[in-house]
């Protein structure tokens, strides 16, 4: 069975009580739960269940649908581990399908259970986006800096670098526009707001 983990307070003026959705279709029973699951229109469950070649955005009678490629760990070293995840944004539920550890998940539970709460599904989403690109800012920043001090070097001081050094930055380049690649694309409001 997914796990189903509430939010939101339904007491505050026009709250109401939230479900977050985690699906890892990866697990063959959880799979067979969302193939079957009768609160989904047919086109939703089928954008949830296949593989996510491209990042992609639809709206649809269930909700906003994100499906894009995520950082499955947060280890440094496999920036570009990446791996299928699918957002599904509604009214009162959101889901997220994945195949196997998504790092933004990961993260998110971790941030509920040390008590920090989401009220509406734009918290949920404005979280996720927050998680997924945290990371990359940091592996940004770090490889700007070092391509900028190997730049200095060659040009100011007309040293070049040895092709150790070279490969290493090529490699960090490489693996960090890998993971870029997989980024997050949302580029209008929620459904509900028109």
Not at 17 to 42: G, R, V
Not at 72 to 90: H, N, P, R, V
Request: some cysteine; charged content about 30%.
């Amino acid at each position: 069975m997914p796990i189903v983990t509430k939010f939101g307070d339904p007491d505050a003026p026009d709250g109401q009580e939230m479900q977050w959705i985690d699906i890892d279709i990866a697990d063959a029973a959880e799979h067979a739960w969302l193939t079957d699951c009768p609160d989904l229109d047919e086109q939703t469950r089928t954008l949830l269940l296949e593989p996510v070649r491209f990042s992609r955005r639809e709206h649809l009678a269930d909700g906003l649908f994100l499906g894009l490629k995520a950082r499955a760990t947060a280890e440094a070293d496999l920036i570009d581990q990446l791996t299928d995840l699918k957002l599904l944004i509604g009214k009162s539920q959101v889901f997220t399908v994945r195949l196997g550890e998504v790092n933004a998940v990961a993260e998110l539970r971790r941030s509920l259970r040390s008590g920090r709460d989401l009220t509406t599904p734009v918290d949920f989403l404005a979280f996720m986006v927050s998680a997924m690109t945290k990371r990359m800012e940091i592996v940004i920043f770090d490889l700007t800096q070092d391509t900028d001090a190997t730049e200095d070097a060659m040009l100011d001081r007309g040293c070049d670098p040895s092709p150790d050094t070279m490969i290493a930055l090529r490699r960090r380049l490489f693996r960090t526009r890998r993971q870029s690649c997989g980024g997050v694309y949302v580029t209008s409001a929620l459904p509900w707001r028109s």
